[in-house]
Structures are given as structure tokens and as C-alpha cells.
């Protein structure tokens, strides 16, 4: 690296303020120390900051900024609008069309052909169960994606 380059690492770490924490403990005895771990009987945190020139903090403004023509509001819209409600009623669909996609009923060709059962097997009977149960599970889900498209169309509802 070439001297300008050190010169201004060196300007650059200099900027830097960093804060060291020293405790202030005190003895049995009422001897006072200073130390960088915490204290084992009493004791108070100091925080230490090099003193720095002309450096003073940013106050916030007391009046609210106003937002620009495309500033947050306006593109939460335009995102509600062109992807977000849109992408909620697709997964609603690609849910719907999982669910009825999802084979229920038992087996009809093979060796576990329905009529090769007899009535009140285990097998047919764990099948049925488990086909209500994901029919309940898809209802579930697609009943969260609806909850969750009606958020979203009632913020849009609610922008100006």
C-alpha cells in the first residue's frame, strides 16, 4: 500500500470512538480500584468515551417528515396490488388443487382391491382415518390462506 493509503486507515481508525466499560470496586476495607472485570463485592460501571471535538449527536427532527411520491406507503400498495394479494389467491388455489389431488380412498386393483376385505378391517379403517384427517388438515390450511388474503386486501382497503 502506498503512504496515502496508510494516511487514511489512520484517519479513518482515528474517527472511531469506542467505549471501554471500567469498574469502580470498592474492598472490604474501603479501598477504591479500577478494573476492566466486573467487580466481586460492590461496585459501580463507568463508561469511558475519548473526548472527540466538534462531534455532537444528531437530534431528530420534531416534525414528522413527509413521505414522498414513491416513498413507503405507496410501495406497500403497488406490492399488495401487483404480487401480494394475487400470490395469496394463487396459494389458495395450488392448496385447493393439492387437496383434491391427494388420493383418499383405498386401493380399487390388487391384492388390497376393496372387495378383497372383509368389512371392519384395520387397513380400511386407518385409511379412512387418515383420509379424514388430511381432509380436516387442508381445510385448516386453506382457511389460514384465506384469513391471511383478507388481511392483506383490508390494508389495501385501508391506504389512501
Same mark, same amino acid.
Not at 63 to 81: C, D, I, M, T
Given at each position: 500500500m502506498n503512504p496515502i493509503r496508510y494516511?487514511?486507515?489512520a484517519v479513518a481508525l482515528g474517527f472511531l @470512538?469506542?467505549?471501554?466499560? =471500567?469498574?469502580k470496586c470498592t474492598d472490604a476495607n474501603g479501598k477504591v480500584s479500577f478494573q476492566d472485570a466486573p467487580c466481586a463485592g460492590e461496585g459501580e460501571k463507568i463508561?469511558? +468515551?475519548? @473526548? =472527540? $471535538?466538534? @462531534?455532537?449527536? =444528531? $437530534?431528530?427532527s420534531a416534525s414528522p417528515v413527509k413521505e414522498g411520491?414513491?416513498?413507503a406507503s405507496w410501495q406497500r400498495k403497488n406490492y399488495l396490488q401487483a404480487q401480494g394479494i394475487p400470490q395469496a389467491r394463487a396459494a389458495i388455489e395450488r392448496n385447493q388443487r393439492e387437496c383434491t389431488a391427494q388420493p383418499h380412498a383405498v386401493a380399487?386393483?390388487?391384492?388390497l382391491r376393496r372387495g378383497n376385505l372383509p368389512s371392519g378391517n384395520q387397513f380400511v379403517q386407518e385409511s379412512a382415518a387418515k383420509a379424514?384427517?388430511?381432509?380436516a388438515a387442508c381445510e385448516a +390450511?386453506?382457511? @389460514?390462506l384465506r384469513e391471511q388474503l383478507r388481511v392483506l386486501? +383490508?390494508?389495501?382497503?385501508?391506504m389512501p
Amino acid at each position: 500500500m502506498n503512504p496515502i493509503r496508510y494516511a487514511a486507515c489512520a484517519v479513518a481508525l482515528g474517527f472511531l @470512538a469506542p467505549a471501554w466499560a =471500567i469498574n469502580k470496586c470498592t474492598d472490604a476495607n474501603g479501598k477504591v480500584s479500577f478494573q476492566d472485570a466486573p467487580c466481586a463485592g460492590e461496585g459501580e460501571k463507568i463508561e469511558v +468515551r475519548p @473526548a =472527540i $471535538q466538534g @462531534a455532537t449527536p =444528531i $437530534q431528530p427532527s420534531a416534525s414528522p417528515v413527509k413521505e414522498g411520491v414513491f416513498g413507503a406507503s405507496w410501495q406497500r400498495k403497488n406490492y399488495l396490488q401487483a404480487q401480494g394479494i394475487p400470490q395469496a389467491r394463487a396459494a389458495i388455489e395450488r392448496n385447493q388443487r393439492e387437496c383434491t389431488a391427494q388420493p383418499h380412498a383405498v386401493a380399487t386393483a390388487g391384492p388390497l382391491r376393496r372387495g378383497n376385505l372383509p368389512s371392519g378391517n384395520q387397513f380400511v379403517q386407518e385409511s379412512a382415518a387418515k383420509a379424514a384427517d388430511d381432509k380436516a388438515a387442508c381445510e385448516a +390450511r386453506t382457511e @389460514a390462506l384465506r384469513e391471511q388474503l383478507r388481511v392483506l386486501e +383490508r390494508e389495501l382497503a385501508a391506504m389512501p
